[in-house]
């Protein structure tokens, strides 16, 4: 997959999952990072439990990052949340 290919899919993916969260988005990066981190995520994820994508091709690529995605914010709402409390 081209670069192009994954800075789309990580801004599609890292969209998708700031909305499906609740939250606002980290910014076009922010969101770009947190779908590419979160295709890696998701890719380890789906192949430990040895599911496969229910789509083919791009669509299939994005529901996997989006899946990681997802993760990763609650992962890091999860230590931001546990480092705010005083």
């Known amino acids: 997959m081209g670069i ?3 800075i ?3 801004l599609v993916a ?3 999952a700031s909305l499906v969260m609740g939250g606002t ?3 076009i990066i922010g969101d770009i990072v947190i ?3 979160g295709a890696f995520i998701g890719g380890w994820l789906f192949s430990a ?3 496969s994508s229910p789509f083919g091709g791009m669509g299939g690529t994005i529901f996997v990052a ?3 995605a997802v993760v990763l914010l609650v992962i890091l709402r999860l ?3 546990s480092t705010r409390r005083v």
């Open 4 to 6: 192009l290919a994954w």
């Open 8 to 10: 789309v899919v990580g």
């Open 14 to 16: 890292g969209v998708l």
């Open 25 to 27: 988005g980290y910014g």
């Open 35 to 37: 779908g590419i981190v």
């Open 49 to 51: 439990l040895g599911v």
């Open 66 to 68: 989006f899946c990681g």
């Open 79 to 81: 230590i931001r949340g």
